[in-house]
């Protein structure tokens, strides 16, 4: 019995010497597979303003939600992980930019048109559907398999949605439904 107990310390140990030590990638950021990673699953590209922004702390434990040890044996884990970092690396980002130049909101969109619809996002949905969770899916998942109807976005703002009611003027539902359909 002792030593199981002996050897199940041991391996616990040497797992945790393995899982400390980052991967030749993450020293220096992400790489190409992350980026292609971060694509497919949420729709994000290198130039996404979180990703170009990230600090070389975030970038690291990003890399190793989204190629470590844990990863590869727990793929499930992998989105639901990779997705809390990009919800935390995103809040962060935005926060230390809106400090550094004193303003409200983060520059996320910058085609114009799509502003009045991430604003309403922003405010009323992006903390479940930026990057989704294991109950809403994200944005990018919503519009992946074709755009969104807005009569449909309406009815589920005020009944078919966890978060129901959400009362919205028939325009501000066009320009969500515009926000969230240029995701895709």
């Known amino acids: ?9 041991g391996s616990l140990m040497l797992l945790a010497v393995i899982l400390a030590i980052p991967g030749p990638a993450s020293a220096a950021g992400l790489t190409d597979a992350d980026y292609r990673y971060l ?5 994000l590209a290198k130039d996404n303003f979180a990703l170009r922004n990230i600090s070389a702390t975030d970038a690291a434990k990003l890399h190793d939600a989204i190629s470590g040890i844990l990863a590869k044996e727990f793929p499930q884990g992998r989105i639901y ?6 919800f935390d690396v995103e809040m962060r980002t935005c926060e230390a ?16 048109r799509l502003k009045p619809g991430w604003e309403i996002a922003e405010r009323n949905c992006i903390a479940c559907h930026l990057t989704g ?52």
């Open 81 to 86: 992980d990779t997705a809390d970092l990009l």
């Open 133 to 184: 969770t294991t109950d809403a899916p994200s944005f990018f998942k919503l519009v992946k398999p074709g755009p969104i109807d807005e009569n449909r976005l309406a009815a589920a703002l005020r009944g078919g949605h966890p978060m129901s009611p959400i009362t919205l003027a028939p325009q501000q539902v066009q320009d969500l439904a515009r926000y969230i359909n240029s995701l895709r």
């Open 97 to 112: 930019w809106q400090l550094a130049h004193a303003v409200t909101s983060c520059p996320l969109v910058t085609d114009e």
């Open 39 to 43: 694509k497919t699953e949420f729709g």
């Open 1 to 9: 019995m002792r030593s199981v107990i002996l050897r199940s310390a």
